[in-house]
Nanobody, 120 residues
Framework: QVQLVESGGGLVQAGGSLRLACAGSGAIFSINTMAWYRQAPEKQRELVATITGGGSIDYADYVKGRFTISRDNAKNTVYLQMSNLKPEGAAVYYC??????????????WGQGTQVTVSS
């Protein structure tokens, strides 16, 4: 069993900052790509940023220059530092991980999500 647990969401004023974290636990052997997605009400889930096991990073155009993704492989944790938040950034943020379990099964896992609210 593998769990991903997000934390760090909350209410912030437009222009403010938040740092999200997503910690993996359980039967993890290794984690390949980790990613953050977000889903606003009545909208589809969209990719925000990805980071591979080797540290290669990619961002959605709408967060470039404002968000920073990073990871701590020893802690099986991925972070998302969000700066200059805009009202349209309000959403539930989910982490995703491409996990190899202790039984050498490769599966995709999702966290439960953390709410980010941006006031204008």
């Amino acid at each position: 069993q593998v769990q991903l647990v997000e934390s760090g969401g909350g209410l912030v004023q437009a222009g403010g900052s938040l740092r999200l974290a997503c910690a993996g636990s359980g039967a993890i052997f290794s984690i390949n790509t980790m990613a953050w997605y977000r889903q606003a009400p009545e909208k589809q889930r969209e990719l925000v940023a990805t980071i591979t096991g080797g540290g290669s990073i990619d961002y959605a155009d709408y967060v470039k220059g404002r968000f920073t993704i990073s990871r701590d492989n020893a802690k099986n944790t991925v972070y998302l530092q969000m700066s200059n938040l805009k009202p349209e950034g309000a959403a539930v943020y989910y982490c995703n991980a491409d996990v190899v379990t202790r039984w050498f099964e490769r599966r995709d896992y999702w966290g439960q999500g953390t709410q980010v609210t941006v006031s204008s």
